[in-house]
């Protein structure tokens, strides 16, 4: 069955440090990966996205992600982050042609001043 | 600026009731999905329609009712058979279901048991 794991529930970071969040997904073809963003209350802002091409995909906020396919991964980074950055981080992956989107289990970003 | 709006933001319950949830956008798009999402389960969807008049069941869809007469809109019917309904629901949208388009979220309706 297809489904997408981020391992981290909880990270904590202090503001200027860089930042890795982990992403693996279960399924036989390349799928359409996304993260996004959501602060307490609010719903999901996309943060980026991976269809095909170069492996390493830009986003908002100064947030990069690198697909590699060897490993089933699609783990979202940020250089330095801001105390701003503290929210819940989703990925998702989305089977090419079909209407589903499968979601993590998110992981709760926590920012030290 | 387009997007989509849930009503209300806040929603209470009593034993035995039916509640709607309302979701309305004015992106045009032609998919729209209704998503739960409980604490450290990340988000599950419930319901999502391709086009007006057309719905299908997602992975929890007992005890919930969906409608699609507008494009506009797809509200959520939560009834007493759904025994556990406090939970933040989501409504989201896309230009096309087949077309792997990321979605567009509604800011949630937190519903709760009175």
């Known amino acids: 069955a297809q489904s997408v794991t981020q391992p981290d529930i909880h990270i904590t970071v202090s503001e200027g440090a860089s930042l890795e969040l982990r992403c693996n997904y279960s399924?036989?073809?390349?799928?359409?990966l996304f993260w996004y963003v959501q602060s307490p209350g609010q719903g999901l802002q996309l943060l980026l996205k991976?269809?095909?091409?170069?492996?390493l995909v830009q986003g908002i906020k100064g947030f990069e992600a690198e697909f590699k396919r060897s490993q089933s991964s699609f783990n979202l980074r940020k250089p330095s982050v801001h105390w701003s950055d503290a929210a819940e981080y989703f990925c998702?992956?989305?089977?090419?042609?079909?209407?589903?989107?499968?979601f993590g289990t998110g992981t709760r970003l926590k920012v030290l001043a | 600026d387009g997007g989509i709006t849930q009503s209300p933001k806040y929603l209470f319950r009593k034993e035995g009731q039916n509640v709607t949830l309302s979701c309305e956008q004015n992106?045009?798009?032609?998919?729209m999905y209704w998503y739960r999402q409980d604490p450290g389960q990340g988000l599950r969807l419930i319901y999502y329609?391709?086009?007006?008049?057309?719905?299908q069941k997602g992975d929890i869809a007992e005890g919930y009712s969906v409608s699609r007469e507008k494009k506009e809109s797809f509200p959520l019917t939560v009834t007493s058979a759904q025994k556990n309904p406090t939970a933040f629901y989501l409504c989201?949208?896309?230009?096309?279901?087949?077309?792997?388009?990321?979605?567009?979220f509604g800011d949630g309706t937190r519903l709760s048991i009175l």
């Open positions: 991976y269809f095909s091409g170069d492996t």
């Open positions: 998702a992956v989305s089977p090419s042609g079909t209407y589903k989107y499968i």
């Open positions: 989201a949208s896309t230009p096309s279901s087949h077309l792997n388009q990321p979605q567009h």
């Open positions: 992106l045009n798009h032609d998919a």
């Open positions: 399924y036989g073809a390349t799928p359409y």
């Open positions: 329609s391709q086009i007006v008049n057309d719905f």
